[in-house]
């Protein structure tokens, strides 16, 4: 199949990376981190859902290994989490797209849940995290956040005809 | 799939059990530092954009302020110049090496990590400008953390508020030695092992001893703040106020010790405990 347009896509991961590393006003409390949603995630899963035979494995083990440069986490560690979440929306991808956008959020905070719990089992058998509740409050967040995602990135590729 | 699940289970064993992937991870900090200075960018901007539209009025407010306090500091100075060779002289007759000079590079915070466990900040200065892994990183107020791994233009600093992190102190009251870790709280540090009977009380000041060299000596570290004594444990509870703004200082500066720039720059990377 033709490509068209694919910087579109390269650009969407890079302002997700942004916005994952952005930091917080000096005013805001440090606990408001947790409220952080996944945005590398959300923006993988659209991809995968939208343009199956494009954005994979590979891809997301690229951005995963980026991430991790980024976060300063064991190299590895947001790769193996993203492979998991591209297999599972790949896997799910012609359902999600016959769902409404509130049933796919809802897929949206099973597969970032999977993701953050793939991230606190490596975290905790390297020994540096202890388990709290707080671990699943990014996917809830991930799931609030996902319409508007959604919605925004479908424009996007439609407006840009990106294939 | 699996090849990839693969290839990323053995890059984490080999970062997790060996240093190998160290030389890999400074050469990807550059690779990825477009993406650290781009979020960097929103906050640098407001910072911009607060100086451009303060008014006049506060603009002379805020200069005459700085030029008290700069007169103020120069006097300091003066003072503290004839002090330090009265120091020198008097370590030159005692025979011992030590000199209190140490050399400070300015450096600016460009990322801080999102996760709110760990405290960790990223600066823009890296190998090339003599960064080295295990510097001190102070601000004006004191006591700000360690680098723990550098690239060419970045690098990776550690704050002392950080649960992984312990950094041994002194009360500059009475030399008394102590270790004070951090707590995972942004304005708290405890000092571990403080028998019941040392002689600590609140509103000490704590600061850098210098044991284990990796820290130079005498720089703030904290302020006691709170002594608690429980007759069932077998310490007593001793916690500290970081004396360095952890949370809001932009700009760092990093320590140069004259006995560290004597030797070879390269050093083995130590791992924090974490």
Request: hydrophobic residues 50%.
């Amino acid at each position: 199949m033709r490509s068209n347009n694919l910087w579109f896509i390269g650009l969407s991961f890079f302002i997700a990376l942004v916005l994952s590393i952005i930091s917080l006003p000096a005013f805001v409390p440090v606990d408001f981190g947790y409220l952080r949603p996944h945005w590398v995630a959300l923006v993988l899963i659209y991809w995968t859902i939208a343009l199956p035979y494009r954005i994979g494995i590979a891809v997301a083990w690229v951005l995963g290994i980026i991430l991790d440069i980024l976060l300063g986490s064991l190299i590895g560690q947001h790769a193996i989490a993203l492979i998991v979440v591209v297999y599972v929306a790949s896997s799910l991808y012609q359902r999600m797209r016959m769902f409404a956008v509130w049933q796919q959020s809802l897929v949206v905070f099973a597969i970032v849940g999977l993701d953050q719990l793939v991230n606190f089992w490596i975290e905790s058998i390297s020994g540096a995290a202890d388990w709290n509740m707080w671990y699943l409050l990014p996917s809830l967040v991930s799931a609030l956040v996902w319409p508007w995602v959604f919605l925004v990135l479908r424009s996007a590729r439609r407006l840009f005809d990106v294939t | 799939m699996l090849v990839f699940s693969g290839l990323s289970l053995g890059l984490l064993a080999l970062d997790y059990y060996t240093d190998y992937l160290g030389s890999v991870r400074s050469v990807l900090n550059i690779v990825v530092t477009p993406i650290v200075v781009t979020a960097d960018y929103p906050a640098r901007t407001a910072t911009l954009a607060q100086e451009t539209f303060a008014s006049r009025a506060e603009m002379r407010a805020e200069i005459s302020l700085l030029e008290q306090d700069q007169l103020l500091l120069r006097a300091k100075v003066i003072k503290m110049a004839a002090l330090v060779a009265e120091n020198d002289r008097l370590r030159d007759l005692l025979g011992s090496a030590a000199k209190l000079q140490d050399n400070v590079l300015v450096a600016e915070l460009i990322g801080v990590d999102p996760d709110p466990e760990r405290y960790e900040i990223i600066i823009d200065k890296g190998s090339q400008s003599g960064v080295f892994v295990g510097q001190a990183v102070l601000d004006a107020q004191g006591l700000m953390g360690q680098v723990i791994a550098t690239s060419l233009y970045t690098s990776r600093a550690l704050l002392i508020s950080d649960e992984s992190h312990s950094v041994p102190v002194q009360v500059n009251r009475n030399n008394l030695r102590l270790i004070a870790q951090g707590t995972g709280i942004t304005g708290q540090l405890e000092l571990i092992h403080v028998p019941d009977t040392a002689d600590i009380k609140e509103g000490d000041l704590l600061v850098s001893s210098g044991l284990g060299s990796r820290f130079p000596v005498g720089y703030p570290v904290g302020v006691v703040s709170k002594v608690e004594h429980d007759p069932g444990e077998p310490f007593a509870v001793v916690r500290a106020i970081p004396s360095a703004s952890l949370v809001k200082s932009r700009h760092v500066l990093l320590v140069f010790t004259e006995a560290r720039m004597a030797r070879d720059v390269s050093s083995p990377r130590i791992e924090p405990d974490r």
